[in-house]
């Protein structure tokens, strides 16, 4: 019996023991497997209690099996390497945190009605958001190669009923002008002189690394990993955060203070692979008083009223004033960047936009056609507390789709179907060749993939 078939038979018996445990715990139980991967009853509830109104059908059928399709997923990114950057997650984080915060009243009343604290509430949602943009980008990738031509397009719209053709949602485009806070001199010597005491405490052997950024860092998706991030390449991080980590060269010493777009760090090497590398970091952000929040929304209330009374457009006034680099050079208008298509877009459905800052869809939906925004800050997409103001340049009501006016909407259609195709036949080989087992009590499921139960 060869060494693979051993494991594989192994493994069986202690995943067969953890389901004949699970049916005496009344507090948990292991309800499927997937691979080597368990799927709790408990991991059920919380998306039941998260998602459930969204939920179209038995829940207690629909939740594991998107579980054990995510976990398909997640298995052949490790695969195939596929990893998403901490920013990124990040991103999702902030937004959610915030929604939920606002939800609750305030940071108190959130811990207080999840009952746990706040760096274990970042923890579980900086978790599931990992978990689901990894197996996006798994989906991305298996669906790299599907194209569309404009005669497919037209041929699967041709026939097709007025009534019956796709409902385009309320879209906007939007300009915005951000200023960052002014952080104090002394505020930013406090923040470097901790990171530097973290460094000489390191470079001297009191403590390791990994301990100081598990304990300050305030990156949370590093931090519980001791700060380690993957393998990267220079391009994938930071300029000013790639040149300072790949001039190290000595694991056992600390880099000096750097400055990112996300704040200040001090970084270890762990190793070189390549044109890639892999390191540890530690981040602290300065904190921003009320005080320079209200001085930077009193300087946007200055040039709001500047726009309104001619003297200078507001166009010009974000090139002038603007910090922030992504939209100074396009006249303030955001980008929405398809993650699937790779494709970009100045149009955002309110959906999107939330996503990307739950605070400046709210205004935005508040907007006329041009009406500029009052001042308000929001978290920028680098974690970073902003005032900004915003412009609604044009709002696209609710419509049908037309060939003329959405053909890239009607296009992405036609090239989701054929991408869900390829997933489909996807997920049924993998169903093949992956050990998979379902709690009795949890098989009576009218499932989307009928060979789980094997």
Known sequence: MNVRKRYTLCLIAVLNCLFSLAQKNVIDEVVWVVGDEAILRSDVEKRRLEFGSQIKGNPYCVIPEQLAIQKLFLHQAVIDSIDVSDADINQYVEN???DKIMAAGSKEKLEEYM???????????FDMYKNELTAMRMREQLTSDVKVTPAEVRRYFKDMPEDSLPLIPTQVEVQILVLEP????????????????????VNNGTTSFSSLARLYSEDPGSARQG???????????????????FSLTDT?????????????????????RGDKMKCRH???????AQADIDSALVVLDSITADIVAGKISFEDAVRYASDDKDTRNNRGILSNKNMETNETSTRFEMSELSALSSELARTVDALEEGEISKPFTMINSKGKTVCAIARLKNRTLTHRASITEDFQVMKDIVRNKKGEEVIRNWIKEK????????????????????????
Not at 115 to 125: F, G
């Open 96 to 98: 959610d945190l915030n």
């Open 115 to 125: 009952k746990l604290p706040m760096v274990q509430i970042r923890e579980e949602l």
């Open 182 to 201: 002014r952080i104090p001199q002394a505020e930013i010597d406090r923040i470097k002189g901790m990171l530097r005491d973290y460094a000489e405490r």
């Open 227 to 245: 700060g380690e991030l993957p393998y990267m390449g220079k391009t994938e991080l930071d300029p000013a955060f790639a040149n300072v980590a």
């Open 252 to 272: 056992k010493k600390v880099s000096k203070v750097v400055q990112s777009e996300f704040g200040y760090h001090i970084i270890q090497l762990i190793d070189k």
């Open 282 to 288: 530690i981040l602290k952000r300065p904190e921003v």
């Open 431 to 454: 169903q093949k060749s992956t050990y998979i087992r379902i709690n009795p009590d949890w098989r009576d499921c009218d499932f989307q993939y009928e060979g789980w139960i094997k």
